[in-house]
């Protein structure tokens, strides 16, 4: 009794989180079916279709087997919501201040910040904008054309029609799939994977178990590098777990403070908040700033690709395929009983079948937040890809995109023009730029050209 006691304690805990995680919040969800529409969103009957399904159709029987043997991973069928929870531990670092990082020319890492410190805003929380942080932070849109477009309702195009029959022009991701050159939405080598990581630091990331190994072990492991999407009021809780992954050579970007609310619905003071205070404790754990970010649910339009951009920091969401599905593992969702492990590993393994059709490389969501989403990464996602074939490529999002690691920083690069210089502009504000409108239907070359051009553009800007 004593023992289902606590699972119900920590099933319930579980549940409480994953709330904030990528969304059970319903209209997340409406939103991101949505996504997955026209994109106008005009067609009920797609939109029908795709919300009765899991973002990406499920494996058709080609897929790779799971491969959990010796990783002290359990078997697929057993990860899911119900599953007894392991005892987390945080890591204990290792790096000491004035530790030297990975990176040509870094700081060396600075005093540690006191976890929890009342220094910052509060956890989960929009921050506030009237602080003076905010307030100088604001001043950094000056001279930026930041698009007078209206904050969305929540985000999702279904509580926004008339928003959404103009996402084209609003060039919004989340509804509709449309981008402008200055988004990473891919990699540029066919068979590659910029492989990342969202919504830590968690502690899942990493802790020692007998046999059992974790997101950081096993990328170490394995020699591979993979881009961390941090969430800031997270880092406030586990600081060190952030150091051990820049340490460690893995990429940092910014994921918000709150990873509350769709960026789309923020106002532009919200924005610079939950991106300004994101960078900043980033800044004070590591020493650097990073020079991209990945917005939640990959809700994104003009405005806040702009504010993004003022900011220094350059969007990276992650791939559909040519038939418009995104590349979306669904790993977030195991946790709160929406779908089981095995059909995330079959949506993945569909993934990597289109993946692997594909004329360039891509980038997949998923998740550091769970046990079932990291069980899910070490015990059977990337095996697959790595046994994949033909094999596939496992990079960070900066490495396969060729940017030099020095450029992921502010106090590292090299390049005085990056990332974009504003006499130039930005080519977020040009509403005329590429537009992936990745329909069902859409021809492939059209998109895939359209995808390389987008992750070419970039490079251009980046190297
Ligand atoms: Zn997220």
Redesign the pocket.
């Known amino acids: 009794m004593k023992a289902q006691a606590l699972f119900a304690v920590v099933s319930a805990l579980q549940l409480a989180v994953v709330a904030n995680?990528?969304g059970l919040n319903p209209r997340h969800v409406a939103k991101r079916q949505n996504a997955v529409s026209t994109p106008a969103a005009s067609s009920s009957a797609s939109v029908s279709a795709s919300a009765t399904a899991s973002v990406v159709a499920p494996a058709t029987g080609t897929a790779p087997p799971p491969l959990a043997s010796g990783t002290g991973v359990p078997p697929l069928s057993s990860i899911s919501s119900g599953m007894p929870t392991r005892t987390a531990k945080a890591a204990a670092t290792t790096y000491t201040p004035g530790s030297k990082p990975p990176i040509a020319g870094a700081p060396p890492l600075p005093n540690p910040i006191v976890p929890g410190s009342a220094v910052y805003p509060p956890v989960d929380k929009i921050p506030p904008t009237d602080s003076p942080e905010v307030k100088e932070w604001l001043k950094e849109l000056e001279g930026h054309n930041i698009p007078d477009l209206a904050p969305t309702t929540d985000g999702s195009c279904g509580a926004d029609p008339d928003k959404a029959a103009d996402a084209a022009n609003r060039g919004w991701w989340s509804c509709g799939g449309h981008t402008r050159d200055t988004d990473i939405v891919a990699c540029p080598d066919k068979l590659t994977w910029g492989v990342s990581f969202?919504?830590g630091p968690s502690d899942y990331i990493r802790f020692k178990h007998v046999h059992m190994l974790y997101v950081l072990d096993y990328l170490k492991e394995k020699d591979l590098s993979a881009t961390f999407?941090v969430?800031g009021s997270r880092i406030t809780q586990r600081p060190a777990l952030l150091i051990e992954e820049y340490m460690a050579g893995h990429e940092i970007s910014v994921?918000t403070w709150s990873?509350s609310k769709a960026l789309t619905s923020l106002t532009n003071a919200e924005l610079v908040a939950e991106l300004g205070w994101t960078r900043k404790i980033i800044k004070d754990v590591l020493g650097v700033s990073p020079t991209t970010m990945?917005p939640?649910?990959g809700d994104i339009d003009d405005r806040v690709r702009a504010v993004s951009l003022a900011m220094g920091m350059v969007p990276i969401i992650w791939s559909r395929s040519p038939s418009g599905n995104t590349f979306d593992t669904n790993d977030w969702q195991v946790a709160g009983g929406k779908v089981s492990g095995a059909d995330s590993f079959n949506t993945f393994s569909t993934i990597l079948q289109q993946a692997s059709q594909m004329e360039t490389g891509f980038i997949v969501l998923q998740?550091d937040l769970f046990e079932t989403t990291v069980d899910l990464a070490v015990g059977y996602t990337l095996d697959a890809a790595l046994n994949h074939n033909p094999k596939f490529n496992l990079k960070a999002i900066g490495q396969c995109q060729r940017i030099p690691a020095t450029n992921l920083y502010v106090e590292t690069n090299t390049n005085k023009t990056f990332p974009y210089p504003s006499a130039n502009g930005s080519k977020a504000n040009n509403r005329s730029g590429a537009v992936i409108a990745l329909a069902p239907g859409s021809g492939k070359m059209a998109v895939l050209s359209a995808l390389a051009g987008a992750a070419l553009g970039v490079m251009g800007f980046l190297l």
């Open positions: 995680a990528e969202d919504d999407f969430v994921h990873h990945r939640p649910w998740h």
